[in-house]
């Protein structure tokens, strides 16, 4: 696993993981598994979640399915649409690319969201679960 990504929503009571996959064309879709956590995870048990889901990031989805599989996401996650998830959460970005992490707050632009380098953090795969879960709380704290 070289490349992968993951999304990491912060609610007012829960983490929630979701990993991506693409369709035949390489459009990036929300994808299973997902994973919800209270907000006092230990930083042990949320790491090794998010790897998990890093992992199982990047098959390949027929066209015809994705609206279907979104839209199962978005029930496994608690909501009815993306806009009610973005009302009530904040986002980071979660990437794993040669073994570096890079967290990136996803600041909410118009119906998205967008990142900015200059926001986002790097740390190494081999660093201690409480620093790289702190380092995405920080993030977290960049969204206000």
Request: hydrophobic share 35%.
């Amino acid at each position: 696993m070289s490349n992968a990504t993951c999304d990491i929503y912060k609610t007012n009571t829960e983490y929630i993981i979701h990993g991506y996959c693409a369709d035949r064309n390489g459009l990036d879709l929300a994808c299973e598994p997902v994973f919800h956590f209270p907000l006092s995870v230990n930083p042990n048990e949320l790491l090794t979640n998010i790897r998990s889901v890093l992992a199982s990031s990047g098959m390949i989805l027929n066209n015809s399915e994705n609206k279907e599989k979104e839209n199962e996401l978005l029930k496994l996650i608690g909501f009815n649409s993306w806009q009610a998830l973005r009302k009530s959460s904040k986002l980071c970005s979660f990437q794993l690319k040669n073994d570096i992490y890079f967290i990136t707050p996803m600041h909410k632009k118009g119906g998205g969201y967008m990142g900015k380098e200059n926001d986002t953090i790097k740390i190494s795969i081999n660093e201690k679960s409480e620093e790289v879960i702190s380092k995405l709380k920080n993030s977290f704290e960049l969204l206000g």
